[in-house]
């Protein structure tokens, strides 16, 4: 009996030791290395906490996300329209890394650059996904661009590179987004590659899914998010590192022959008569913009117009389409003479931020071409009209913003106006 328990000792010391070592052998999950930190990595979920994590347009955490076993947990209580939680902070250039799984069946998703506004209830028609999905258990026929690694609904994964473990297993992935270059990896290898913004780009976006989602992945820096869509799923080693931003050339927003790179907002008139880019007032007399298809947060825009007709119009900019001819951000006002052309009105929110002096309203010269150039960098704007500083803003708000450049065609007829020479630098 004795030796019995002996052997039944050292057997059990055995698998004690075995259990051990083999926990010692186990890579630590959700920490860096030095060589990580060194290179400028940074964990987003530390493994113990949803410490830098909140609700979608929240404050709090209320979404149905957990902390479990290490991981980063949906409890599969989400949907379609709610249970995203996303980051306290926005990231533009990155290379994002991150393991994750899924249960059978599952679908989910890691999404960038979101906007938050009040008006979107949800992440995606503002922010590419990554989607996660289950391939082979998904319980419905999937398209090429539903299937895990895609670009959603833009980008599919090449399906000879998407080596994807079974449902409940872990996969490693990675999503680099390096000025407007964008990867997507699985498993050690690259799946998606493509540009963003370019003709190719906006031509997938506006005949798909996104066609009535302006304001799809146009956001040059946003919010990570992470869907629970009525599916478990599960994430740990979630780490970034940020790339920086590159120079950017010269833009020439009009070419001179056609309205290539701007959309139009409404039913008023823009054309392109003699080398110049008109707009004019229509039969109903509305409002009417002409958007850069684009976003340009930090430049400087110099442009020519001359007044034809009345001249209410206006350039603006850190602006969005919201709906129809609903367009919010900040405007720098084009008007008659004694209407403070050169000031900055913000639309759908405060009015005049800073109308100009009156004894400045005589540089203003209607009928003729005038140059207005507009400098906005952070929250600093400033514009000039025909070498003159006109205002000089700091503002909080608008220094967190970001959108599109716009011109506008006023309400009320009988306006018309020509422009010519628009061209960006971006800061």
């Known amino acids: 009996m004795k030796k019995q328990k002996a052997v039944m000792k050292k057997i059990t010391l055995c698998v004690l030791s075995a259990s051990v070592l083999l926990s010692a052998c186990q890579p630590k999950q959700n920490v860096l290395t030095e060589a990580e930190r060194a290179a400028g990595w940074e964990l987003l979920f530390d493994g113990q906490t949803l410490s830098g994590w909140r609700d979608y347009n929240g404050t709090g955490l209320t979404a149905p996300w957990a902390v479990e076993d290490g991981t980063l947990a949906a409890s599969g209580k989400g949907s379609d329209g709610n249970g995203y939680i996303v980051t306290d902070r926005q990231y533009e250039n990155f290379e994002l890394a991150f393991d994750w799984k899924i249960a059978k069946g599952g679908n989910s998703g890691i999404l960038y650059h979101v906007v938050e506004r009040p008006q979107y209830e949800v992440p995606y028609v503002t922010g590419p996904e990554f989607q996660l999905i289950d391939d082979a258990g998904f319980p419905e026929k999937l398209e090429d661009w539903q299937k895990s690694c895609a670009d959603y609904a833009m980008h599919a994964a090449d399906p000879a590179k998407t080596g994807l473990n079974p449902a409940g297993d872990w996969n490693t992935s990675k999503i680099v987004f390096d000025n407007g270059h964008v990867e997507h990896w699985l498993n050690g290898e690259k799946t998606v590659e493509f540009e963003a913004w370019t003709d190719d780009w906006f031509q997938r976006k506006n005949s798909g899914k996104w066609e009535n989602a302006p304001e799809y992945g146009l956001a040059h820096r946003g919010v990570f998010a992470l869907q629970d869509h009525g599916d478990r799923a599960w994430f740990r080693n979630i780490k970034l590192r940020e790339l920086p931003r590159k120079p950017k050339a010269e833009v020439d927003l009009f070419n001179g022959k056609d309205l290539h ?73 084009v008007a008659p003479p004694n209407h403070d052309t050169g000031g900055i009105y913000e639309s759908y929110g405060r009015g005049w931020l800073v109308q100009i002096p ?32 006109m205002v000089d803003l700091k503002d909080e708000k608008t220094g967190r913003a970001q959108g599109r450049i716009a011109l506008q065609i006023h309400d009320g007829g009988g306006i018309k106006v020509s422009w010519k020479n628009l061209k960006l630098k971006q800061l």
Do not use: P
């Open 261 to 333: 790179g701007w959309e139009v907002c409404g039913t008023e008139k823009w054309f392109v008569e003699n080398g110049l880019l008109v707009c004019e007032s229509g039969s109903d007399k509305g409002y009417g913009y002409l958007a850069t298809r684009e976003y340009y947060d930090d430049f400087e825009l110099t442009a020519d117009f001359k007044q034809d007709a009345d001249g209410n119009s206006g350039i603006f900019f850190r602006s969005y389409i919201e709906e129809g001819t609903r367009i919010a951000g900040w405007q720098v006002e």
């Open 358 to 389: 009156d004894e400045m309203e005589h540089i203003l010269k209607m009928g003729e071409w005038n140059t207005i150039r507009i400098a906005v960098k952070g929250d600093q704007i400033t514009t000039f009209l025909n070498g003159t500083r």
